[in-house]
């Protein structure tokens, strides 16, 4: 996998060719949480999960439009940082959303997503009990960066 290494403090802009795949395409259009601006996917797929991750941006304030193959997302307003249970357990991968959020706002609430409990579900899991996070009762999980030393916590008791 080859990757790119920035340094300095100069803006970055241009652009990345990436994979036309459900895989490919769904994290890119996470990451269009973390651009304040206007980001243009071409040649993205029509899939049902692709579908469902647009509608996860539109929750969430930004402003997504379809031009033949492209898609065009203006993440400018993004101000909420809670994705709805129903569009969270349509589709599995819609955890790919944590980090832009915490990122973007700071702050995060999301349900387990769909798909296999022991999947994503027990990953998250795993991430609680290794940062001493006792699981809340309902249904929905808060995450926030606001915590000691900048620590990413679990809203509610520290154990």
Request: proline share 2%.
């Amino acid at each position: 996998m080859s990757s790119f290494v920035i340094e300095g403090c100069k803006k970055i802009e241009g652009a990345v060719e990436v994979q036309t795949s459900k895989n490919g395409v769904l994290p890119v259009l996470a990451a269009t949480l973390l651009n304040h601006g206007v980001t243009v996917i071409e040649n993205c797929p029509r899939l049902s999960d692709v579908e469902v991750t647009v509608e996860i941006l539109k929750e969430l304030g930004c402003v997504a439009v379809r031009s033949g193959n492209n898609l065009t997302v203006d993440a400018s307003d993004v101000k909420n940082s809670k994705i709805s249970c129903e569009l969270m357990h349509k589709m599995r991968s819609s955890v790919i959303f944590l980090g832009s959020l915490l990122t973007r706002t700071g702050t995060a609430e999301i349900c387990l997503p769909g798909g296999c409990d022991t999947g994503v579900g027990g990953r998250i899991h795993c991430i609680e009990e290794k940062r001493g996070w006792r699981r809340s009762q309902t249904a929905a999980k808060r995450w926030s960066t606001a915590g000691r030393a900048g620590t990413r916590t679990a809203c509610g008791t520290r154990e």
